[in-house]
Nanobody, 122 residues
């Protein structure tokens, strides 16, 4: 069974930094991409940042220039370095892994973590 576990969330003042981590566990042969999604209070879940196995990245406009996503393919882990945090960044951050294959030539599936709370105070 594949599981994603997030860590690194917390309470921080505006202008501060946090580093989120997510590790996928289980018998995993490959993962196409991993990313971070945020659900702010009263809003839909939205993409914050995503990175493919080859290193291609994309960011939400609100994250560009402040957040950096990276991954360790060998560890099936993804990280989100968040700098210059703003109150608008507050929300539950969910780790996502898509195109996960338990066997190299088997079917793929998507997985979500349980989320980690990030609160930025003004």
């Amino acid at each position: 069974q594949v599981q994603l576990v997030e860590s690194g969330g917390g309470l921080v003042q505006a202008g501060g930094s946090l580093r989120l981590s997510c590790a996928a566990s289980g018998s995993i042969a490959s993962i196409n991409a991993m990313g971070w999604y945020r659900q702010a209070p009263g809003k839909q879940r939205e993409l914050v940042a995503r990175i493919t196995s080859s290193g291609s990245t994309n960011y939400a406009d609100s994250a560009k220039g402040r957040f950096t996503i990276s991954r360790d393919n060998a560890k099936n882990a993804v990280y989100l370095q968040m700098n210059s945090l703003k109150p608008e960044d507050t929300g539950v951050y969910y780790c996502n892994a898509d195109g996960v294959r338990v066997w190299r030539w088997g079917p793929s599936d998507d997985y979500w973590g349980q989320g980690t709370q990030v609160t930025v105070s003004s």
